[in-house]
């Protein structure tokens, strides 16, 4: 099982310029760089589902939530099994990996867990980045 969390601070007052980015489910890919294409359908309110392509050549069946300032993303199929929570606290973004891989891909599970720790540092980076900088009209 790969678990991790990682925590980034911004200032108070770009929470809920944070939060319009997150909610944004379709512009996941703009941010998370592992997430090569996302195919998803809205299949009731803030109920998503289809399918990931990784930025490594696999893929994984998916139902995102949109929850009250959270977004889940329910791994059920594939090289990917379990969820990753994003949240939005008042000066903190957070994101919480429980994920499992499969028996063939448990000898790199440490690797991939750096991996995918250092790309979520990334990702939640380049949100906070994305809101910092003046809209261009």
Do not use: C
């Amino acid at each position: 099982m790969i678990e991790f969390e990682v925590v980034k601070e911004f200032p108070t007052t770009l929470r809920e310029r944070i939060w319009e980015v997150v909610k944004d489910v379709n512009s996941m890919p703009n941010y998370w760089k592992g997430i090569r294409e996302l195919h998803i359908n809205k299949v009731s309110e803030n109920v998503f589902e289809g399918e990931v392509r990784f930025a490594f050549p696999s893929t994984s069946r998916v139902r995102i939530e949109v929850l009250d300032r959270a977004v889940v993303l329910h791994f059920l199929s594939g090289i990917l099994k379990g969820t990753n929570r994003i949240e939005v606290r008042d000066s903190t973004i957070v994101s919480t990996w429980k994920v499992e891989m499969p028996l063939y891909m448990k000898p790199f599970e440490g690797r991939n867990k750096e991996h995918f720790s250092q790309g979520t540092e990334h990702a939640l980076e380049r949100i906070i980045e994305a809101v910092k900088l003046p809209s261009v009209s």
